[in-house]
Nanobody, 126 residues
Framework: VQLQASGGGLVQAGGSLRVSCVAS????????MGWFRQAPGKGRDFVAH????????YYANSVKGRFTISIDNAKNTMYLQMNSLKPEETAVYYC????????????????????WGQGTLVTVSS
C-alpha cells in the first residue's frame, strides 16, 4: 500500500482546509485509515480515523465538531475537512492505513498502522 498526502497550505485562524490522501496498491487489505499530526518540536498525535464497511469514525476530543474524516471509494481517497482552524494546529498532517482489525481507541494508536504517507504541512496563521 502506498499513501500520498496532499492539500496542505497556509490558512488564517478560523479558516478551513481540506487535506487528501490517495491510496494505491493492495488497498483491499486496508481495514482502517487515520490522520495524525506532528507540530514543530512535538510528537505525533492522533487526529481522526475511519474504519470498516460502515465507515465508523472516531475523533480526538480536540477536533470533534470541527474536523470531518471521510472516504471516497471511487477515488481511493481519504479526506480530512478541517474547519475553525487554530494556530496551535499548525503541523505536518500524516495519513496512515491499518491492515488489522481494531476499534475506537485501538485505531488511535500509531503502532496499529502499517503504512504511512509522507505528510502535508498545514500552517495556521494568527
Amino acid at each position: 500500500v502506498q499513501l500520498q498526502a496532499s492539500g496542505g497550505g497556509l490558512v488564517q485562524a478560523g479558516g478551513s482546509l481540506r487535506v487528501s490522501c490517495v491510496a494505491s496498491g493492495s488497498i483491499f487489505s486496508i481495514k482502517a485509515m487515520g490522520w495524525f499530526r506532528q507540530a514543530p518540536g512535538k510528537g505525533r498525535d492522533f487526529v481522526a480515523h475511519i474504519s470498516g464497511t460502515a465507515r465508523t469514525t472516531y475523533y480526538a476530543n480536540s477536533v470533534k465538531g470541527r474536523f470531518t474524516i471521510s472516504i471516497d471509494n471511487a477515488k481511493n481517497t481519504m479526506y480530512l475537512q478541517m474547519n475553525s482552524l487554530k494556530p496551535e494546529e499548525t503541523a505536518v498532517y500524516y495519513c496512515a492505513a491499518a491492515t488489522v482489525y481494531g476499534w475506537g481507541l485501538v485505531y488511535a494508536r500509531e503502532y496499529i498502522y502499517d503504512y504511512w504517507g509522507q505528510g502535508t504541512l498545514v500552517t495556521v496563521s494568527s
